[in-house]
T-cell receptor
Framework: GENVEQHPSTLSVQEGDSAVIKCTYSDSASNYFPWYKQELGKRPQLIIDIRSNVGEKKDQRIAVTLNKTAKHFSLHITETQPEDSAVYFCAASDSNSGYALNFGKGTSLLVTP | DAGVTQSPTHLIKTRGQQVTLRCSPKSGHDTVSWYQQALGQGPQFIFQYYEEEERQRGNFPDRFSGHQFPNYSSELNVNALLLGDSALYLC?????????FGPGTRLLVL
């Protein structure tokens, strides 16, 4: 089955700096890669996603890049703010499995003022 | 438009008991997936329901079972509860690749 690895497990940045979280996946059939943000005690919320036919996608301060050959994808957050502090999860899925999500173990991001 | 809802929000059970958790999908969504999230971990896929049938299943024992109703809502049943079943149980609904999560049910097994 699919195995998703995520690094780093914790990340601390100063407000205004950029944050980068990296994930790798093992199953070449995976073709959909969402990122979720989970605040303490809350539900995971989709923040951005990318499909395998696209190399990069951007939404304001958030961007995701995908390298299908190397089987890795990354989340980039620019101009970080304290409210960006949360746990971020990457996931990989494919249409053959009904897009069941295989999650990484998460990255705890702390943005200090 | 209500998003994904789950009930109950919290539940305490003892070992060996059985539990039923409920999920109502977002309007327009026909697929419900269930995940188990242990403390400090990423969600783990349990199974997915579509057209009232289990379409995909993760690596969970058959103590975990489910159902989907004609209105697309779903139930997760866990029999013979173990201490290790204590977790946040999340359901997610979709009508394609994008899944939207409910607030979860926090289950504590004593």
């Amino acid at each position: 089955g699919e195995n998703v690895e995520q690094h780093p497990s914790t990340l601390s940045v100063q407000e205004g700096d950029s944050a980068v979280i990296k994930c790798t996946y093992s199953d070449s059939a995976s073709n959909y890669f969402p990122w979720y943000k989970q605040e303490l005690g809350k539900r995971p919320q989709l923040i951005i996603d990318i499909r395998s036919n696209v190399g990069e996608k951007k939404d304001q301060r958030i961007a995701v890049t995908l390298n299908k050959t190397a089987k890795h994808f990354s989340l980039h957050i620019t101009e970080t703010q304290p409210e960006d502090s949360a746990v971020y999860f990457c996931a990989a899925s494919d249409s053959n499995s009904g897009y069941a999500l295989n999650f990484g173990k998460g990255t705890s991001l702390l943005v200090t003022p | 438009d209500a998003g994904v809802t789950q009930s109950p929000t919290h539940l305490i059970k003892t070992r060996g008991q059985q539990v039923t958790l409920r999920c109502s999908p977002k309007s327009g969504h026909d697929t419900v997936s269930w995940y188990q999230q242990a403390l400090g971990q990423g969600p783990q896929f349990i199974f997915q329901y579509y057209e009232e049938e289990e379409r995909q299943r993760g690596n969970f024992p058959d103590r975990f079972s489910g159902h989907q109703f004609p209105n697309y809502s779903s139930e997760l049943n866990v029999n013979a509860l173990l201490l290790g079943d204590s977790a946040l149980y999340l359901c997610a609904s979709s009508n394609g690749e994008t899944q939207y999560f409910g607030p979860g049910t926090r289950l504590l097994v004593l």
